[in-house]
């Protein structure tokens, strides 16, 4: 399995980036999916999470500072995992991870992750 991101860049405060993970070797709904970002000199910190669980039935997690601003969403016909992020600004800054986790655990942590990204920039200037 392999993840390829992309769709970062530098933006003003108050734009948009829509990143996109797409993911090759299986379908993407075989795993919870996460993104995850590393600004300089902080750990890296969970984003949100996409978990398919059912026809229909899509499981979300958020972190609380960027509910209401970022949106993870999947597209099966590209097998591919997107966080639509509106609003941005530089507390946002950071290098962005998609991840992907086939086994069960807690999708806010990364050791429940098997595979990584290679990260994508994203820059919010004030």
């Known amino acids: 399995v392999q993840l390829q991101a992309s769709g970062g860049g530098l933006v003003q405060a108050g734009g948009s980036l829509r990143l996109s993970c797409a993911v090759s070797?299986?379908?993407?709904?075989?795993?919870?999916m996460g993104w995850f970002r590393q600004a300089p000199g902080k750990e890296r910190e969970f984003v949100a999470a996409?978990?398919?669980?059912?026809?229909?039935?899509?499981?979300?997690d958020y972190i609380e500072s960027v509910k209401g601003r970022f949106t993870i969403s999947g597209d099966n016909a590209k097998n591919t995992i997107y966080l639509q992020m509106n609003n941005l600004n530089p507390e946002d800054a950071a290098l962005y991870y998609c991840?992907?986790?086939?086994?069960?655990?807690?999708?806010?942590?990364?050791?429940?992750?098997?595979?990584w990204g290679q990260g994508t920039q994203v820059t919010v200037s004030s």
């Open positions: 996409w978990a398919w669980r059912g026809p229909s039935t899509i499981y979300t």
């Open positions: 070797g299986r379908s993407f709904i075989s795993y919870n």
């Open positions: 991840a992907a986790a086939f086994r069960s655990g807690d999708i806010r942590q990364g050791w429940t992750y098997d595979y």
